[in-house]
């Protein structure tokens, strides 16, 4: 069973920057799209950002031109560099893997999850 552990959550002021991590348990996990949903209280879960196995990315809009996404493949992670981060950022950030080239909207893999949140 793959496993999905990120890092990096935690409290800032708006306008600064956190960077989260996903460490995959299994070297066949890089072969896989991967990506950063999140859910806010009160809302539903959001692709935030995916991520192609040939490093392909697409962003929602929200975040784009903020939040970039990348991959290490001979270390099993993925990244999210977070900028300019906004109150409405707020949420619990869930790294996700699925074995199709293009991540579902229910992916096959999922972290436990990492709070982050943005004060005003």
């Known amino acids: 069973q793959v496993q999905l552990v990120e890092s990096g959550g935690g409290l800032v002021q708006a306008g600064g920057s956190l960077t989260l991590s996903c460490l995959a348990s299994e070297q066949t996990v890089m072969v896989y799209s991967m990506g950063w949903f999140r859910q806010a209280p009160g809302k539903e879960r959001e692709l935030v950002a995916r991520i192609s196995w040939s490093n392909h990315a697409y962003y929602a809009d929200s975040v784009k031109g903020r939040f970039t996404i990348s991959r290490n493949n001979t270390k099993n992670n993925v990244y999210l560099q977070m900028n300019s981060l906004k109150p409405e950022d707020t949420a619990v950030y869930y790294c996700?893997?699925?074995?199709?080239?293009?991540?579902?909207?229910?992916?096959?893999?999922w972290g436990q999850g990492t709070q982050v949140t943005v004060s005003s």
């Open positions: 996700a893997a699925s074995p199709e080239m293009i991540l579902p909207n229910t992916p096959k893999f």
